[in-house]
């Protein structure tokens, strides 16, 4: 491979929440190892590795220019968001007035959601779910409907459209979120269940907010379709919001943007987004989105695909064969995965606390899923080195499964 994948990066004292915030809230962030054990970290979902050399090039030739002053989003900007969009998603139809900048997709939510609801309204949201989604919307006096997915006959989360049309029409639902991919499972959604899913949001008159953070990170043999794609009903009836952070490890620059096509709701968002008056952009983070979005930023992400891919071929093959008890639904994008320790719990008389607090104790960082609305349920980021990922697993072997 051209870039590194296999270096293990020092981030210690190097502003990472990954491996400085452990002890740091209890309840949130797993507690640090016992005496003799480094720490793996496979919880925050960040990367554990170096950023594309071309990001790293355009923040160094803007920093080299000693002047930080108050800019606008560059032409350079725009039109590399919308040769990205293009080449990787084959969207067509997008123009610069349809993108607007956001400080974080949960900010992007909640801004959508104050234009399209009133305070304690109902908001339909898949289960599990991303624990992001849960303290936004009730910080916001907003109410959770949660459709569970459900795993069908071949181990594949799917969306349970019989429930979703009841919750629609009982809780007179107008707003639903969909994470797409989907965190924290890691689903690929195919075409036939986004035109189903979109379908009842049109016969209920629900707008959707569609969380695409996660799209350029597929497996391997999967490929994201945009929500907006599917129809014209969808175009005007969808709030997308993307970022360069999950892709590139960019999430400490803070940058996302949205892409909204109809004009009367963009408009109502981003008077929404203005408000507070701090919702604007950092000019560095303008400049990794351009270093991001290049030819070489595609190049190295179609090798970072290739590693996360053969990581989690990795993590599903050892886990058949040395866990007994513990289920996971291989995911099809994102570098997440999401355990079911129900059975292993039961057998073992163990509580999922119990079972979290001993993969920590050996410098295992994982996270408690929850949180995520995993009734016994763990998960694990795998944006790894291949050896650290061997290391964990390997010290879940011997010392706690």
């Not at 020092?10 to 452990?22: K, N, S, T």
């Not at 059975?343 to 607090?357: E, R, T």
């Amino acid at each position: 491979m051209k870039y590194d994948f296999t270096s293990i990066l020092e981030r210690r004292g190097w502003d990472a929440l990954a491996v400085d915030g452990l002890g740091a809230r209890p309840g949130f962030a797993p507690e640090p190892p016992r005496e003799g054990f480094d720490v793996i970290p496979m919880w925050v979902a960040d990367m554990n590795f170096p950023v594309p050399p071309s990001v790293t090039r355009a923040i160094l030739r803007r920093a080299e220019h000693p002047a930080f002053g108050y800019f606008s989003p560059s032409d350079a900007y725009h039109a590399a968001i919308l040769r990205w969009q293009a080449e990787r998603n084959g969207v067509t139809g997008l123009s610069r007035e349809h993108i607007g900048y956001e400080n974080g997709v949960l900010g992007g939510v909640v801004s959508a959601l104050n234009v399209l609801c009133s305070r304690g309204d109902k908001v339909l949201v898949h289960a599990p779910t991303y624990v992001g989604f849960t303290g936004s919307l009730e910080n916001n006096g907003y109410r959770i409907i949660h459709s569970p997915l459900k795993l069908d006959e071949t181990q594949v989360w799917r969306m349970d459209f019989a429930d979703m049309e009841w919750k629609l029409a009982e809780h007179r639902i107008h707003a639903a979120i969909l994470c797409s991919p989907h965190n924290p499972t890691g689903r690929v959604w195919e075409r036939w269940e986004l035109e189903r899913f979109l379908e009842l949001c049109r016969s209920y008159d629900v707008f959707v907010i569609s969380d695409e953070i996660w799209s350029d990170l597929t497996l391997e043999g999967y490929r994201h379709i945009p929500t907006q794609s599917i129809s014209e009903d969808a175009r005007r009836r969808t709030v997308a919001l993307y970022a360069p952070s999950k892709t590139f490890n960019l999430a400490g620059l803070v940058g996302s943007y949205h892409i909204i096509y109809n004009r009367w709701l963009r408009e109502r968002v981003e008077k929404e987004a203005s408000l507070s008056h701090y919702n604007e952009q950092n000019v560095l983070s303008m400049h990794a989105l351009t270093g991001a979005y290049s030819p070489e930023g595609a190049a190295w992400l179609e090798e970072l695909r290739q590693v996360l891919t053969g990581n989690v071929d990795y993590a599903c093959a050892y886990l058949a064969a040395h866990f007994p008890g513990v289920h996971l639904a291989r995911p099809q994008g994102t570098y997440m995965l999401f355990l079911d320790c129900t059975q292993w719990c039961a057998a073992h008389g163990k509580s999922i606390q119990q079972l979290l607090k001993a993969g920590w104790d050996v410098g295992v960082a994982w996270q408690d899923g929850t949180r995520f609305h995993g009734p016994c349920h763990i998960r694990m980021n795998l944006a790894l080195p291949l050896s650290r990922v061997q290391e964990a697993f390997d010290r879940l072997d011997r010392y706690v499964f």
